[in-house]
């Protein structure tokens, strides 16, 4: 599967972005998806999970209750609100179809498809 991310932009501090993953499948129902982010000189870190079924989703801790995962039938999306100069970074998605239905990845080793990343600047 080939997974192409847009939406990322530069904004201010407190505004609101989505961000789309594009899959290269008809349906992207037997996958798990999943969202993270490289800031500069920093490793990649989870953002958020999502299960192949729809039925979980993990974030992590500092993007809980601001970020939202959710997919249909072809894409992956991240809503992102009350954004911080902190979340400035590459935003990448990737996509699962080895580990469970009902899993949620955290880990990169998790996934087997990644797309490029959309850049999402934020501004103080």
């Known amino acids: 599967v080939q997974l192409t991310e847009s939406g990322g932009e530069l904004v201010q501090a407190g505004d609101s972005l989505r961000l789309s993953c594009e899959a290269s499948v008809d349906n992207i129902g037997n996958y798990a998806m999943g969202w993270f982010r490289q800031a500069p000189g920093k490793a990649r870190e989870f953002v958020a999970g999502?299960?192949?079924?729809?039925?979980s989703s993990l974030y992590a801790t500092s993007m809980e209750g601001r970020f939202t995962i959710s997919k249909d039938s072809t894409k992956l999306y991240l809503q992102m609100n009350t954004l911080e100069p902190e979340d400035t970074a590459m935003y990448y998605c990737?996509?699962?179809?080895?580990?469970?239905?009902?899993?949620?990845?955290?880990?990169?080793?998790?996934?087997?498809?990644w797309g490029r990343g959309t850049q999402v600047s934020v501004s103080s």
């Open positions: 999502i299960s192949a079924t729809g039925g």
């Open positions: 990737a996509a699962s179809a080895k580990i469970d239905r009902q899993a949620v990845g955290v880990l990169e080793e998790h996934y087997e498809a």
